[in-house]
């Protein structure tokens, strides 16, 4: 007899519906929260025989359960981990416990790709194309590797999982990857999806003007309060605001916060540990804790969201050799031009002492420090107009 606990996520129960597969009744899948783990693994220790082989995949136990779990397996054997994120590295030091962020080809890892590479090298389940086809978009899903090779199948296969219940997705997988060749979605569920597109853009369109923006520590954060699409609304809004180092997305209802970034030297997953949270190096999570709660609820509730850079400008655009104009709350007027070797920046038609080597790093300076956005064409021309008007 075998149990599986595994996390609650795509990644997670990609590994449940891997674990049916090779076992078929003989496995026994609970889907967990990182909350919840300790209390499954807890009850399995006290409760299910010694003879069941357990396995835990894409979560980690709490140092109480972790020296509880390393006696068991010191009497009884029966255990293998299977983990993925940086913050389970000190569980591969264990003879249970197989932790790998990235593999010897330099792609990062996921729970599924792992614990399908184990089951395949144990002959508890062959390799077919359709299931290494759905593993590896889960792997890229989970890795964000997706969006980097344009792969929108793998986000499309995410977003399948949260339209419908976990059994019925489950179970309709399950069937899908044990008769078809290839993977792939049927009709239904690309209508499905397609609705299901436009209502994350209508989402992240209203997101994009409640963001505020926070010096937290070391860093600029953006924060965002949100119950759905975490993974969606933080890329999204990473992209608009490149000026921001990562985004808080707070989900109060849960007590939540889901960190991410689109910028390499950042590691969400450092910033999530400092609130006793974990993940990967752009996608991470914490629970609000009290030191959290003070820096992005009670420190950002007062301030005002971000404005959104003009859009479908002709004149006014970034980077032009014409230069490029902002303006804040404050009705300051930041003017961004090159000159020579350098970029410029004009506040309220003083230069300011400190030259930028390009564009986007003159950019972040002014968003960051004086909360600016690109104004509209015609302030641009009105603007222009009165220079030329003094000379």
Not at 57 to 63: A, F, G, R
Not at 140 to 166: G, M
Not at 253 to 272: C, E, L, M, N, P
Request: proline share 2%.
């Amino acid at each position: 007899m075998y149990k599986l606990l595994t996390h609650n996520d795509l990644d997670g129960v990609g590994c449940g519906i891997l674990a049916k597969l090779a076992f078929g009744p003989d496995v026994k899948v609970r889907y967990n929260s990182v909350a919840s783990l300790n209390r499954e693994i807890e009850f399995f220790l006290e409760n299910d025989s010694n003879e069941t082989f357990l396995f835990i995949t894409d979560l980690s136990p709490n140092e109480e359960n972790e020296a509880k779990l390393h006696q068991y397996y010191s009497e009884h054997g029966n255990i293998q981990l299977i983990d993925h994120h940086k913050s389970a590295l000190h569980l591969d030091e264990y003879e249970w416990g197989y932790v790998v962020v990235e593999d010897t080809a330099g792609n990062l890892t996921s729970a599924t790709s792992l614990f399908y590479e184990y089951l395949v090298s144990m002959d508890y389940l062959e390799a077919t194309q359709a299931l290494s086809e759905f593993v590896e978009l889960v792997r890229q899903y989970d890795t964000w590797e997706w969006e980097k090779n344009e792969n929108r199948k793998a986000h499309s296969l995410n977003s399948l999982f949260y339209l419908v219940s976990i059994d019925d997705f489950e179970e309709t997988m399950i069937e899908r990857l044990s008769t078809n060749s290839h993977f792939d979605f049927d009709e239904f569920e690309n209508r499905l999806l397609n609705m299901e597109e436009n209502k994350i853009e209508r989402y992240i369109h209203r997101k994009k003007r409640e963001i505020v923006q926070a010096k937290v520590r070391d860093y600029y954060a953006g924060v965002i309060y949100a119950e759905s699409y975490h993974s969606e609304v933080g890329n999204e809004l990473g992209k608009e605001y490149e000026h921001l180092d990562y985004i808080v997305i707070l989900n109060m209802g849960g007590k939540r916060i889901s960190y991410r970034t689109i910028h390499d030297h950042v590691d969400v997953s450092k910033i999530a540990g400092h609130y006793g949270g974990g993940g990967h190096q752009k996608a991470s999570g914490s629970t609000i804790t009290d030191e959290a709660y003070k820096h992005y609820v009670l420190d950002t509730f007062p301030l005002e969201p971000i404005k959104e850079d003009a859009k479908r400008n002709r004149y006014n655009v970034k980077n032009s050799t014409f230069g490029s104009l902002y303006k804040n709350r404050k009705d300051d007027t930041l003017f961004l031009y090159p000159k020579g070797d350098n970029w410029i920046v004009e506040q309220n038609k003083k230069v300011l002492e400190q030259p930028f080597p390009n564009f986007k790093e003159a950019e972040i300076f002014i968003k960051r420090n004086f909360e600016a956005w690109l104004v509209r064409d015609d302030l641009f021309v009105e603007y222009l107009i009165q220079e030329v008007n003094k000379k």
